[in-house]
């Protein structure tokens, strides 16, 4: 890795430094206005960071947070919470 780049909103709505061997998606495929991802896989998951926008009425800092971890809930599908490392024979995280 040779550092950091930064990347520029076209609409100049923010920016941000990227590791300079990630990739960028700007096609909005993902629903992301831009997607960044590392140029390998390690242990099967390719490290990402997705930047994504959206218009909210007038919130309080807590109300959207909440919101926001609604919408993280139903995104992963009830999946979220702190992963299990492994079970015991009889099942039970440890």
Known sequence: MSGFRRFEDPEKLYQL?????WLADTSGRSGARVAFGAPDAVMGFQAN??????????LTQEEFLTLSRLQLKVAS??????PKLYQ???GLAK
């Open 49 to 58: 960071v997705n930047v994504v926008m959206q218009h909210v009425p007038p």
């Open 17 to 21: 430094s990227i590791s300079s061997d």
């Open 77 to 82: 599908r009830g999946q979220w919470g702190p």
């Open 88 to 90: 015991d024979r009889r």
